[in-house]
């Protein structure tokens, strides 16, 4: 079995929701906390993101004038456990890597969130430095999930320029 020479990102995270909230939070409710402004395709031009509930589904982003750009497709759909996408937001899907993302219910009302990103060698020498800035991008948009399941309106500002086509 080969290995991954970059190793997968892994990110996880408790919210005081259960797992189906916490599920609906990520995937209906995704154009609430994930920063458009600054990791989308468009930037400034998008204006929603959106899941569709299947695999197969798209994992998009909507500009202002009606036009979309493709972030990924669902490869796994087990609501309200798992949840699997491609990630090649603004590039060839031959290139693409997996975000896979676990909701671990722990008590009634807190579930733990998994997420690994991984299959950075198919981006080639630029695997590493890709890794190192979704590393940083991931952290912000967690950040930015974790304090909207809590109920906050003020969510964490991105840093830097972020894009999603990195």
Known sequence: MATDVVPPLRRSLIVPLSQADAFDLFVRRIADW?????HSVGRGAAVSCHVEPSVGGRVFE???????ALWGTVVAWDAPW???FTWHPGRAPASAQEVEVQFVELVAAQTRV???HRGWDRAGERAA???ARHDEGWQIILARFEALSRGET?????????????
């Open 154 to 166: 003020a969510l964490p500002a991105p840093r830097g320029p972020g894009g999603c086509n990195a």
């Open 62 to 68: 909507r500009a202002r004038d009606g036009t979309e």
């Open 114 to 116: 998994e997420v690994v």
């Open 34 to 38: 994930w920063p458009l402004a600054t």
């Open 82 to 84: 798992r949840l699997a």
């Open 129 to 131: 430095p890709m890794r």
